[in-house]
């Protein structure tokens, strides 16, 4: 079971600047703490629009994940919800003052940094999880992706490419705090070099370098070095744990996936919604023996082999 058994929200304020990978464009995110458990809101500051992290208001998923709602967008949402999931930290005000999230070093190091360094503060009542009970499954031909009942919350994921430098990865992990910061937070988001002309015609990509992304060639990645040898399908998990925040609250079950990607990340979590039959909400029924507050000692998040 996950460690955390109450809500968790920041102690501080966070703010973090950059720019967008797909716009290339100036953008800055300030986490805000809350005084109760109300989930993960975004707020468009110039617009003052409230989008709260919820898989029906999804939009385009090409690349990435965006949230729409009255004609607002913001993309690039999936690596800051993965550092906050995979943190358990779900209850927090995020104001956005563009339609971007930064890139940053392209995966949840970052994130994870600053939220270590900020703490975590618990808040009044219980943490609830949505427990799978039946299997919920996507497909689109032979790429799928589904959840089946397990205590706790394990991930299994294979991406097959037909390009020998990236070929067929597969990891399977059981999912806490100290995991995620180990073995995905640090794996950045990765393309094909071959992919970077026809992106970039479609206005996507913009913002991409060897300083945000991992380029595979033909004869392997273009960058100095890998993180890890398996990054690429890392990086799926971790973009997964963040398009698994968009159910509203923290999953326990066995999420599978065979070549998935965003949209089938975010077709799972509107199945299991469209499906309350196949899952139930829980609570620990046991109070943790220590919360899980993050300590000084754990701001070291240097990737590691698993």
């Avoid at 090409?62 to 999936?78: A, F, H, N, P, Y």
């Avoid at 597969?170 to 992919?195: D, I, M, V």
């Amino acid at each position: 079971m996950p460690r955390s058994s109450t809500p968790q929200t920041l102690s501080r304020e966070i703010t973090i600047s950059g720019h967008g990978l797909h716009g290339n464009r100036p953008c800055s995110v300030r986490l805000v703490p809350t005084a109760k458990a109300s989930g993960l809101v975004f707020v468009h500051t110039p617009t003052g629009t409230e989008i709260p992290a919820k898989a029906d208001l999804a939009g385009d998923l090409v690349l990435s994940t965006t949230l729409v709602k009255d004609g607002v967008r913001l993309q690039t949402i999936e690596h800051l919800l993965s550092a906050l999931s995979g943190l358990e930290i779900e209850h927090l005000r995020i104001e956005v003052d563009a339609e971007e999230l930064p890139i940053l070093d392209g995966s949840a190091a970052p994130w994870v940094e600053a939220i270590l360094q900020a703490g975590a503060k618990g808040l009044e009542g219980r943490r609830r999880f949505m427990k799978i009970t039946q299997p919920v499954e996507v497909r689109n031909g032979d790429r799928w992706i589904r959840a089946l009942p397990f205590d706790g919350l394990r991930l299994r994921y294979v991406i097959d490419f037909p390009v020998p430098a990236l070929g067929r990865q597969s990891r399977e992990l059981s999912l806490t705090p100290e995991k995620y910061r180990r073995e995905l937070g640090a794996a950045r988001t990765f393309c094909l070099a071959q992919e970077i002309d026809m992106m970039r015609a479609r206005g996507l990509a913009l913002g991409g370098s060897l300083d945000n992304a991992v380029v595979f060639g033909a004869e392997g990645p273009l960058n100095e070095s890998l993180r890890f040898e398996d990054e690429a399908v890392r990086h799926k998990m971790l973009d997964l744990v963040g398009d698994l925040a968009l159910l509203g609250a923290p999953l326990l079950g066995l999420v599978e996936a065979h070549a998935a990607g965003h949209a089938m990340h975010v077709a799972l979590a509107q199945a299991i919604l469209a499906n309350p039959s196949h899952w139930e909400w829980t609570e620990e029924t046991e109070p943790a023996n220590v919360r899980f507050f993050f300590q000084p000692s754990e701001l070291s998040i240097a990737a590691q082999p698993a």
